[in-house]
């Protein structure tokens, strides 16, 4: 069955216009107008007050609308996570599409205009204002508010599945109807109002919004922050924009590996973020943001400074990545980039094959350095890649297995301290696709970057080779977390067109493990996050993932290295059953290789096990037990969870990618919640096709975790503490869709639940008690219709 069987992307908030068959604006025997609400909610209209955006507006948005209508995959683009994004409106252009030849002008909100009228410019259009007003209130009449009321003349059954009214894919071809088209629109899709395909919002919930609507959605700009946290504002940017080379060098090399960073303080509100901007304008000025489409891209200017611009929009889970701002961050900063004995002869300049070869533009920064640098917060960059500017991530995640552990090659190992000889000699060779080498098609330049890929591979064998003359092969080459960081071990999962990290090595031993170095880290970073153009072309989409193969098959390769020299291909060959060979060269053979038996003792026939199993229990020191169901304080509960985490095959198959399981009475204050991902055996991950032939359903597995894991739920699971074995032994004897839907109609709150709305907000109150800096808003667009 195709990977995305069970999951179709929900699209809630305000404007779903899916699959019509249709061009915009040819809907026949339409109305000339819309029809006036009903009595009722004309009475609703007339007794709302006069709703304030910050205290009452918003909230209801958060909970409501921006669970679909947040960053680029917001259907139409409205993005509702900001008044900036409403006032902006919505667009008839698609970011996420695989056939785009040249590149795409960017709309990043807060970015590439600064007025609605400039977005005007751009082709979006106005959600708050009708077409055509016969009067000043007609004018207020917009395509919000109209389809607000739409949902209320014309409820949502309650019934699973949606029936064939609905379009919920979340690759569905969109239509998105100006307001002049809205009548027709509505006359032909009376059901897809707002919310769409979810249950209507509650009287005053509705009250709210379009009293707020019908008064012209009055805004104010939000408080300053508070003096305190603008002192430390003020520190932070005094230091960014300090007038030496090292540090403009250390500045420029921060800027580019955390402009995705949400920042906060110790001190001040938890829930207070900034972002790190280039702006025109020195510190104590406003700031005037330069907008370019990567971090690496010349700023335009001789002068320029980094800002930290304070945060107003939404906080969504999809792309929330806090970091910290501290005394203790900077002395750590100071300690790593300008205590070192180093000098900075030359700034480097910013053409593309500088720029965005880091191996280039940061040679005279120390490699020690760098790398202590992303190990101090390794979740946090490989987060990037999954809540990056992809938002979408199936460039990125489909080259990945559905489960794997992530450890670190030591920063004072021998082969780290000798790595720059290395990077001196082959760093042109590291060369990434994000330069102007691309080709709208991408297969041209393709070539160039797998042939200079071949010859480092050949350097790094020769260099590895003769750094293990000197040194032992064994699990000191791994960072044991310096005895304290909870960073040095890490578990990635896949949700099919999206991933998580989490802290921990967490589940059982999977299939898969990489071992992540240096140059192998910056590469991913620059690859999938600095180097990444959502707005790119089909080339420049294709490349990075190909590209993305040999990433993971040297991560895989480091793995293979602590295996006894005897049993690597074997391995090799189960991971990438089914793969040609010359792929399979790629990641241990004749591509490259390493001559050197390992030096750790083995003592089974299994040794990817055993070593799995020496990974743990060498970084158990530095466990983070946060997710881990071996932690779960009450044993019965536990015990009762470990049952579904043994379930393999037909059962597991069945379960959706990504559940959240609330279990109430569980002797907490809210429900207790745990993660139930489905990992997706395959025969190997190193083709861009066919995915479907290469699953494995009979090794079907189904993890458990504590807590939240994901920003992309497919199902929502409520089981009292009592009935929990009844759940668990339902899921295990799953064998059809007919029995999941059983499933669901006993324990589930599916998407036309009159209690949806009730349960999604215990959610996010829960969320916000667990993690109140790290939590943020669900996305609902891939929630399940079966």
Known sequence: MPRNSHVAGAVPALLLWAMTGCTPGTWPDAPAETPPPDPATQALLAAAGAPDYWRDVKPVLDQRCVVCHACFDAPCQLNLAAFEGIERGASKDVVYTATRVREAAPTRLFLDSPTAAGWRGKGFYSVLDDVSPTSPAAARQGLMLKLLTQKRQHPQVAAMPLGKDYDVAI?????????????????????????????????????????????????????????????????????????????????????????????????????????????????????????????????????????????????????????????????????????????????????????????????????????????????????????????RGQVAVDVIDDRFWVVFAAPDGPLTEQLPGLLELEGSRLRLPADSETTPFGLLSWRRYRDRQVEYLQAKQQFMEESAERSQVDLSLVWDGDGKNTNAALTIFRHSDNASVVRGLVGEPPKTAWVIGYSLFERIHYLLVAGFDVFGTAGHQLNTRLYMDFLRMEGEFNFLTLLPEASRKAVRDYWYRDADKSVREYVYGSRIAFDRDSDIRYTTDDPRLELLQMLAKKL?????????????????????????????????????????????????????????????????????????????????????????????????????????????????????????????????????????????????????????VASGIFDFGRLENR
């Open 171 to 391: 690759d569905r071809d969109q239509q998105c109807p100006a307001p002049e088209e809205f009548p027709r629109f509505a006359k032909r899709f009376p059901q897809w109002g707002m919310p769409y395909g979810l249950p209507g919002l509650a009287d005053a919930e509705f009250a709210t919004l379009a009293g707020w609507l019908a008064r012209g959605a009055p805004y104010r700009p939000p408080a300053a922050p508070d003096a305190a946290v603008l002192e430390e504002v003020a520190a932070w940017e005094a230091f960014l924009n300090g007038p030496s080379p090292k540090e403009r060098l250390m500045s420029r090399y921060l800027y580019e590996h955390l402009y995705l960073g949400t920042f906060h303080f110790d001190i001040g509100p938890s829930r207070q973020f900034f972002r790190l901007i280039r702006s025109r304008t020195a510190p104590g000025q406003p700031v005037e943001v330069i907008a370019t489409r990567r971090p690496f891209d010349d700023p335009g200017t001789e002068a320029f400074w980094y800002r930290l611009e304070p945060v107003h929009a939404t906080v969504v889970a999809k792309t929330h990545m806090p970091y910290r701002l501290d005394a203790a961050r900077m002395e750590r900063f100071r300690q790593l980039f300008l205590a070192p004995d180093y000098e900075v002869a030359s700034l480097p300049d910013y053409s593309p094959p500088v720029a965005s070869n880091p191996f280039v533009a940061f040679a005279a920064l120390p490699v020690e350095s760098r790398y202590r640098f992303m190990l101090d917060d390794a979740e946090y960059f490989i987060q990037g890649f999954m809540k990056g500017p992809v938002c």
């Open 620 to 772: 158990a020191p530095v466990h983070d037990q946060q997710h881990d169901l071996r932690y779960e304080p009450d044993a019965a509960l536990r015990a009762e969870l470990g049952r579904l985490a043994s379930l393999r095959g037909e059962s597991a198959t069945l379960m959706p990618e990504l559940a959240f399981l609330a279990v109430t009475g569980a002797g907490t204050d809210g429900p207790a919640i745990y993660s139930l991902a489905r990992d997706t055996a395959h025969t190997n991950v190193a083709s861009l096709f066919r995915e479907e032939k290469r699953f494995v359903p009979a090794e079907n597995t189904l993890f458990v975790g504590r807590g939240f894991i994901g920003a992309y739920p497919n199902a929502f699971f409520r089981v009292a503490r009592a009935e929990l074995p009844a759940f668990t032994s339902a899921v295990a004897g799953l064998r059809s869709e007919a029995e999941y839907r059983a499933l669901v109609a006993r324990f589930g709150v599916d998407r036309t639940n009159p209690g949806f709305w009730q349960h999604s907000d215990t959610l996010a109150r829960t969320y916000a008690g667990l993690e109140p």
